[in-house]
Every structure is written in C-alpha cells, then in structure tokens.
C-alpha cells in the first residue's frame, strides 16, 4: 500500500483505524486498517465502490463512531467523542422539516461558538448570511420554503449551505453533489472551489465522481471494496483554480483514467 | 361529480350519517310501539326512549343539563390539561434516557391495566366526594397515551438529525430541544385526540361512582329514578362536548404541526 506521508503537522491523521459494525450477533467489517493524513488546509476526495466505507470513515474523523480498533487524531489531540469546528454535509440532506429552509441553513449558529451567543442579537445579520449563501448555490428566494417544498437536489444544496455557514475549519462532504443534474453539479464545483480558496478549510470529500474528485482535490484516496482499505493515493498536481476546460486537459484525463483503471480492478 | 359538489358532500356526511341514525332510532321505537304490534315487539321508555322524547327532556332541563355540562367540563379539561403537562414531562424523560425508560415503562403499563373504576373509591377515601376525584381520574386516564406517544416521538429521532446536531458539538439539552422536542410534537398532539375523550371517560366514572353534581352523578340519579329519557339525554351531552374538545384538539394539531403533514392536510 502506498500509504499517505502522514506529516506530523497532519490536521487529522488516522492510525490502523477499523470499524466493525455490531447489529444484533451479525458483525460487517466495514472498514480495515486505514491510515491517512490530512494537511491542515488540504482537500482530499476519497472515492471507491458502494459500501466500501466512504460514509463510515467520515464518521470516524469526526468522532460521531468510536473506532474498533486504531486512533483518530485531529489537531493534535485523540477524538474520544464528537469534535467541534466540523461542517458535515452528509449524504441524505437531513434537513428539518419543522425549519425552514433560512432557519435550517441558521441552525449551526445557534450551537457552534461563538455565534450562539451572538444569536438573537444578529439575527438579521446571520439571516442575510443564510439568504447570500442560498442565492450562490442558485436558491435566491428560497429561504422561506420548507425543505419537503424543495426537490431533491435543491435540499442537497441547502444541505451544503448549513455545512459552510458557519466557516468551519473542517469540511466533510459526503457525496454532496450525488442528486444533482451534470450542469448544476458543475456549477457546484466552481462554487466549491471558490470557497476553498477563499477561505482553505481542510475538506473530506466523498463522491462517485472520479472527474468531480480530481477537479476538487490535492490528493484522491481509493479504497477497495468491503472492508475498505487505502489502495491508492494520488496527488493532483494541476494548478488553481482549476475550469471546466481543464477537465478537458490530456493531463487531467489522464489521471482520471489512472483513477479509473484502479477502481475496475476492484470491480473485477 | 364535481369538486364543488364532492366538498359539500364531505362536508354534510357527518350531519347525514347523524341525522340518519337518529331516524333509524326514531323509527323503530315508534313502529315498535304500535299497539297493533304489541304482541310482537314493544319497547318501554324505560329501556329505550326516542330520540324526540331525548330533546324534550333536554330542552325542558337544559339548565341543570348546562350547569352539569359545564361540571364536567372543567374537571376534564382542567384534568386533561395537568394530564398534557405530566405526561410531556415524563415522556420527554423516558423518550431521552433509557435509564428512565427500563425503570419506569414497566410500572406504567401495569399501571395502565388498572381498571380506573377500581381507583375511584380509593380516591374518595383520600380527597372526598366531588370535583377533585373526578379531576385526578381525568388525568390519571388520559396520562398514559400522552407518555407512550411523546416517548415515542423521541424515541424515533433519525440517528442522521442526531449526528448533524452532535457534529456541531450540541450538548444532551440542545439536541433535546432542537430535534427531540419539534419531533415529538406530532406525536403529542396525535394523542391528544385519543387523550380527551379519555379524559372525559374518567371524570364520568368518578362522578358516576362517587360524585355530587355533573353529567356522570345526572346520569345515575335520573337512572335510578327509572328516568331513561334524562339519562340518555346525558349520554348525548357527553358525546356532544366530545366531539367538540377532540375537533378543538384536531384543529390545534393542525394549526402547530403543519410541517408533519407536509402541508397536505391543510385545506
Ligand atoms: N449503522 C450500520 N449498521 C450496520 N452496518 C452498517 C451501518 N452503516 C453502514 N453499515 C455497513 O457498513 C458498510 C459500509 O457502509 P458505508 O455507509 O460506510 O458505505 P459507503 O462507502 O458510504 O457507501 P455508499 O457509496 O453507497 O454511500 C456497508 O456494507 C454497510 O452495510
Ligand atoms: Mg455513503
């Protein structure tokens, strides 16, 4: 295995972590020995076949699932339970449907420091926020629908909203971009990529989209099939910002069919 | 069949299927009372008076009839009202903390199979004769969907809403108030149907085994007067007010949980 030079600056760092699920006497090793680490700053995809562990391992890096075996460590310190600063877009909008869709987009502010203190008395200011950052993924005037008035892909994007409102320092992105139509999902990927530049969070994406994971990434990690394992790592050496056009670019293809030849051979 | 015409049909439905068994009813003691047919069939007053002969009654004592509802009322509403707060509290306890859950579920189920008949005369050792046994029986009765529902309801919360809120470090009381509770509301309004005609149950019965005014004590004295037309005149009062508190506690249910029935049910 070509395991990822873990840097001791590593932001999160993952050490022979693996995950057994326990439901009733049956036991699924979802996920095996996976070592990996995160630059502060970096943004890292991970692709890989269905059930292979994509959306286990993102909850292991933000402690939402105690590991079964190995460390988790994300700044420096060992994740015993939830950690805080995190964005999570997880892969089915769980938006609230007593919320509107403004008022579920405000709701990591009412918890996350220091805006929960602040709450009430910028509301408006935070309510503005929320109406800026729908109108950017294309929701303008959206904010007063409640999210079972919205279609499927306008839900994922209110999903990704509530996920960067609050500036995190970490991102997790779990397929964010799964029930969108090529155009938009495109679209999405210029936005994406705009707000990483602008503000470098570390972002964890999932996705089945090998050119959506190579557009986006410094580094892409496939994993094999159940029990997921790193089977390779692939740094993206293509400049930003990255367009549409480079997606068309000899060298950028190339990588996507290096990625794509690794993922058939799981397949196999 | 045209929109219009659907709607007022639905609309009329209750009133007809009312009106139609009240003719049924009428007709029969009627025809049975016929002194041609007495040989064959006849039905006392005393066993079943006609609906007629009902409102009679009712408009003749519609005072006292009033003044009784409006006993029973009160120590309904006002039982049913402690029965909302109790079994909120309680069942956000249990539906949050499997500690309280395994401890306590048990005992309320065992103290549901109670026969609430059995409790009344205790009850009157304890408080007395009058409004307050029938206040407690009330609530006591009508506790117990409250507790299961809102438990329920918390019970039920997707563990993906729970991850979202703990991902952004929410503590035990912000996940309860910011998804537990919002959730679980449906569910407590839901039991609020079931709840209030318990509720009303209750009081009756301890007005009927112990009590000194409402509908429940009307009833019984009128019955063992062999005053048949004033005891159903009762049975009606109470299905009457009813079907009103749960129409009020439907209405309530659709004004505060809009978003559970996605907007469908709001016409
Ligand atoms: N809560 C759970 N209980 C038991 N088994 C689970 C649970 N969640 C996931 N699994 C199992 O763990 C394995 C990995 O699941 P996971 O959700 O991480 O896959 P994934 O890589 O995200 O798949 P996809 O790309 O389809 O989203 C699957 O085989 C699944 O059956
Ligand atoms: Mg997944």
Redesign the interface.
Known sequence: MTAAPAPDSALVDLRHVSLTYRVGGEETLALADATLGIAKGEFIAVVGPSGCGKSTLM?LV?G?LPPSSGEVWVRGQKVTG?????G?A?Q?A?L???RTTRDNIL??L???EPHKRQFRRKRTEYAERADRLLASVGLGGFGDR?P??LSGGMQQRSNLCRALI?EPEIM?LDEPFGALDAFTREELWGIMQKLWMERRFTAVLVTHDLREAVYLADTVYVMSRRPGRMVMVKRIDIARPRTLETTFEPHFVDIVHELRERIHQEHA | MTAGTERVLRIAMPWLATAGLLIIWELVCVVCNIPALSSVCSIPEIILPRPTRIFEVILLRWDILLEFCLQTLWTTALGFLIAIAGGLVLGLAIGASPFVYSGLYPLLIAFNAIPKVAIVPILMIWVGVGATPAIITAFVISFFPIVVNVATGLATI?P??R????????TRT?ILT??GI??A?PYLFASLKVAITLAFIGSVISETVGGNRGIGFLMLSAGARNDAPTTFAGLFAIAVMGVLMYALCALVEKRM?R??F??ELVT
């Open positions: 909850k933000t939402l939830p950690i805080k600063g995190v999570m997880f089915n769980t609230m449907p007593w709701l990591p009412e918890i996350v409640y079972w008035q609050h997790m | 997707e993906e809403m991850d979202v809120l703990r991902s952004l470090g929410a912000e910011k998804v919002p959730r509301m949980t978003w559970a996605r907007g």
